[in-house]
């Protein structure tokens, strides 16, 4: 199985091991990769709001390089999955803008590919039963709650991942893994990710508040898929709220029995090694 690959930004510079942890169980689950040759910035997160011909312009252009192949694209950040579905959204349903943009970048877009996250393609594509089939170590005492934020999920109608006010495609694919899925109310509750240089004292309080509630929750760590969120959620909480923040595709190699793990603990502000030594998932 392919797809096209388009890492972002983020995946190639203070997310690597997200980049690291989505190819690794790729390879393992059978996903054969193919990145998109000289790919560009998607605008995430500024563009939209200061230029909206130019936020339609850079993911166009990406997802016109992608068309020359025929599978699916994968997307793993949050904001460029959200940036690019917006664009696709935009190109088909506005015929005069489509025309314009086409001539701004200098290519046709045909929507012939179609924008997708590696949790939709891993739940859904490859399915829950294969997965289960990988696991070599399952992330028993492991009790996570899954943390979706806002840019996989809005607006609906745009991006038509999962349910916008209870999504649980990351909560089935961490239960799949052996891991204790914590149920909580704050699945989608915003982590102030564009305020966190600018207003930093504003992102401390509404992580803390979204530490807090996963400790009320029961929850010995917090998942992610986004890098804006996994930054947010471990630079910015107070020492009494931090708990370790992995990225989804961080445990699905652990569980799996893939190399990574440990290397990838390292690059965590929050050491989440002392946790899955306690759970002895880790050496």
Same mark, same amino acid.
């Given at each position: 199985?392919?797809?096209?690959?388009?890492?972002?930004?983020?995946?190639?510079?203070?997310?690597? *091991?997200?980049?690291?942890?989505? /190819?690794?169980?790729?390879?393992?689950?059978? #996903?054969?990769?193919?990145?998109? *040759?000289?790919?560009?910035?998607?605008?995430?997160?500024?563009?939209? =709001?200061?230029?909206?011909?130019?936020?339609?312009?850079? %993911?166009?252009?990406?997802? #016109?390089?992608?068309?020359?192949?025929?599978?699916?694209?994968?997307?793993?950040?949050?904001?460029?999955?959200?940036?690019?579905?917006?664009?696709?959204?935009?190109?088909?349903?506005?015929?005069?803008?489509?025309?314009?943009?086409?001539?701004?970048?200098?290519?046709?877009?045909?929507?012939?590919?179609?924008?997708?996250?590696?949790?939709?393609?891993? &739940?859904?594509?490859?399915?829950?039963?294969?997965?289960?089939?990988?696991?070599?170590?399952?992330?028993?005492?492991?009790?996570?709650?899954?943390?979706?934020?806002?840019?996989?999920?809005? %607006? %609906?109608?745009?991006?038509?991942?999962?349910?916008? *006010?209870?999504?649980?495609? !990351?909560?089935?694919?961490?239960?799949?893994?052996?891991?204790?899925?914590? %149920?909580? =109310?704050?699945?989608?509750?915003?982590?102030?990710?564009?305020?966190? #240089?600018?207003?930093?004292?504003?992102?401390?309080? !509404?992580?803390? /508040?979204? !530490?807090? !509630?996963?400790?009320? &929750?029961?929850?010995?760590?917090?998942?992610? &898929?986004?890098?804006?969120?996994?930054?947010?959620?471990?630079?910015?909480? =107070?020492?009494?709220?931090?708990?370790?923040?992995?990225?989804?595709?961080?445990?699905?190699?652990?569980?799996?029995?893939?190399?990574?793990?440990?290397?990838?603990?390292?690059?965590?502000?929050?050491?989440?090694?002392?946790?899955?030594?306690?759970?002895?998932?880790?050496?």
């Amino acid at each position: 199985m392919k797809f096209s690959y388009y890492p972002g930004c983020s995946l190639h510079g203070t997310a690597k *091991e997200y980049d690291q942890s989505v /190819r690794s169980v790729s390879r393992g689950l059978g #996903i054969e990769l193919e990145e998109i *040759e000289d790919w560009s910035c998607c605008g995430a997160s500024s563009a939209h =709001s200061t230029n909206f011909k130019l936020s339609v312009a850079l %993911p166009a252009r990406d997802l #016109i390089a992608a068309e020359k192949k025929t599978q699916d694209v994968m997307v793993p950040c949050a904001a460029c999955f959200n940036r690019l579905k917006s664009t696709e959204h935009h190109l088909k349903n506005d015929q005069a803008l489509k025309a314009e943009i086409e001539g701004i970048v200098g290519g046709s877009y045909k929507g012939s590919v179609a924008v997708r996250n590696p949790i939709d393609i891993i &739940a859904k594509t490859i399915g829950l039963d294969t997965l289960k089939e990988k696991v070599v170590k399952p992330l028993a005492g492991l009790k996570p709650v899954s943390y979706y934020g806002c840019l996989l999920l809005r %607006p %609906p109608e745009v991006c038509g991942f999962d349910d916008a *006010e209870n999504p649980v495609l !990351m909560d089935k694919i961490l239960g799949t893994l052996g891991a204790e899925v914590r %149920p909580w =109310s704050f699945k989608t509750d915003c982590c102030g990710g564009s305020l966190t #240089i600018s207003r930093t004292e504003i992102v401390v309080t !509404m992580v803390d /508040r979204l !530490m807090r !509630m996963a400790r009320e &929750a029961g929850a010995n760590c917090v998942v992610t &898929a986004c890098p804006v969120c996994t930054a947010n959620l471990d630079m910015r909480a =107070s020492g009494d709220f931090a708990l370790p923040v992995f990225y989804f595709t961080e445990l699905a190699a652990l569980a799996m029995g893939q190399e990574g793990p440990e290397a990838w603990s390292r690059l965590h502000r929050t050491d989440p090694r002392p946790l899955l030594r306690g759970l002895r998932l880790l050496q």
